[in-house]
């Protein structure tokens, strides 16, 4: 089983290489990883294209001759453009993502993903993950504890961690890919349409999958407006309660916070 990974990146020189890293660390033989630069103008790509050296080298070939590495760097509308590029060009089985700004949780979280497909013949396979601080990556700021999928609760605002989610390749295919009128909520919109919408089968895995960088969307007053905005509108195209499902949502957060203050560690 090929699995694809994707992570796009747009002036992320600080994060791009731990990112990275974290892929080309697995222990799993046959991963296909992808990235898509935005044309970044602060190092990012040379970053990119040392560590594409590095995949190059027979040191790296030798134990890893399954892996490979595509890259692509040119302008794009925005994130969800730049994932749908990557989807177009992912050739695995399975398809997940790794945000630039992120990292996987461990060397096997693509081995653990791939048994459990292979294990349970699943669709769509989640877990979970942690927001650690920026500055101090041991320290946890929301411990993401997704739980079980139920069909009912999706209309209820829950949804697990987007970076945690890792989809069948032919699902996608006979889905869609995601919504690139929604600058903020396409990953949530996707989310729905595969979670609500389709007939998928779909497996929890009760382990940490990423370590996400907390960001500043929380105080930022415009962002959250055009979030809230947008979550309104994916909600009701749907035919969700949008007020309903949006008030559900912010208050599922609200564990995470106090999980975290309890002494969760990023391991």
């Not at 990235?35 to 594409?52: C, F, K, N, P």
């Not at 320290?139 to 209309?155: A, C, E, L, Q, T």
């Not at 349409?193 to 779909?202: D, G, P, S």
Request: net charge neutral; hydrophobic share 40%.
């Amino acid at each position: 089983m090929r699995v694809s990974v994707i992570t796009s990146c747009y002036n992320r020189v600080k994060t791009i290489r731990s990112c990275m890293e974290s892929v080309l660390a697995q222990d799993y033989s046959d991963i296909e990883y992808i990235i898509v630069d935005g044309a970044s103008s602060d190092g990012s790509l040379d970053v990119i294209r040392e560590m594409e050296a590095f995949v190059a080298s027979s040191d790296f070939r030798d134990m890893h001759p399954h892996f490979t590495l595509k890259v692509i760097s040119e302008r794009d509308r925005n994130m969800y453009e730049a994932i749908n590029k990557g989807i177009r060009m992912a050739t695995g089985d399975v398809i997940g993502l790794v945000h630039s700004d992120d990292f996987l949780y461990d060397t096997h979280v693509i081995s653990d993903i791939a048994e459990t497909f292979g294990r349970t013949g699943a669709d769509l396979v989640y877990g979970n993950g942690l927001f650690v601080d920026p500055e101090r990556m041991n320290k946890v700021v929301r411990n993401w504890i997704s739980g079980h999928y139920s069909r009912g609760k999706v209309k209820y605002g829950w949804l697990p961690l987007h970076p945690t989610v890792y989809i069948k390749r032919e699902a996608m295919e006979r889905w869609g890919l995601y919504d690139e009128s929604y600058r903020i909520a396409a990953d949530s919109d996707l989310l729905v349409r595969y979670l609500y919408e389709a007939a998928l089968k779909v497996v929890y895995m009760n382990r940490y999958i990423v370590r996400m960088r907390m960001g500043g969307l929380s105080t930022d007053p415009e962002k959250m407006k055009r979030k809230w905005t947008e979550d309104i509108r994916m909600y009701r195209s749907h035919g969700f309660n949008p007020y309903v499902s949006l008030c559900c949502k912010v208050l599922s957060k609200v564990p995470q916070f106090v999980s975290a203050k309890l002494g969760v560690t990023a391991g």
